[in-house]
């Protein structure tokens, strides 16, 4: 059954995404609203790049620094998305099967992948959505059992 499903089957549909141009500290505040940890970036409805939360994470300042608290605001709101970004995405193809998004995934030790349509951004695949598919699949077997 695994090897006959799609990542279209998997996929979460309705992503959450943000634009180059937008700034750092808005999309984490997104990533901490919804939950998430890897934010798709999109440029002109195509898919331009990815951030995560650590890299979030890494562009913050650091405790150490001898700026006062309104320098260092001052400059996390000039850091845009686009400026931290991953730009060299790895993507699937929503038409895939499922099980070579998982040896992405765990080839590159990816927790989440994007997924496209001619470079459009329609889902992205997370470690979650593999985990309520495993664990649905198990609970139908053992209905039948």
């Known amino acids: 059954m695994l090897s006959q499903l799609k990542v279209s089957d998997l996929m979460t549909k309705s992503v959450i995404s943000a634009q180059p141009d937008s700034k750092l500290s808005a999309a984490k505040a997104l990533m901490k609203e919804f939950?998430?940890?890897?934010l798709p970036v999109v440029e002109h409805g195509v898919?331009?790049?990815?951030?995560?939360?650590?890299?979030?994470?890494?562009?913050?300042p650091s405790d150490a620094?001898?700026?006062s608290v309104w320098e260092l605001n001052?400059?996390?709101?000039?850091?845009?998305?686009?400026?931290?970004?991953?730009?060299?995405?790895?993507?699937?193809?929503?038409?895939?099967?499922f099980v070579d998004a998982?040896?992405?995934m765990v080839a590159r030790k990816f927790s989440s992948?994007?997924?496209v349509?001619?470079?459009?951004?329609?889902?992205?695949l997370t470690e979650t959505d593999v985990f309520h598919k495993i664990?649905?699949?198990?609970?139908?077997?053992?209905?039948?059992a």
């Not at 939950?35 to 890897?38: F, L, M, V």
């Not at 400059?75 to 991953?86: H, N, Q, S, Y």
């Open 74 to 97: 001052y400059l996390w709101d000039k850091i845009t998305v686009g400026e931290v970004m991953t730009r060299n995405v790895v993507s699937v193809n929503a038409d895939e099967p």
């Open 102 to 104: 998982l040896r992405i």
């Open 135 to 144: 664990i649905a699949l198990a609970e139908a077997e053992m209905v039948q």
């Open 35 to 38: 939950g998430i940890r890897h």
């Open 113 to 115: 992948l994007p997924v």
């Open 65 to 67: 620094t001898t700026l």
């Open 47 to 60: 898919l331009a790049g990815i951030i995560s939360s650590g890299d979030i994470r890494e562009a913050a």
């Open 117 to 124: 349509r001619q470079d459009v951004l329609v889902g992205i």
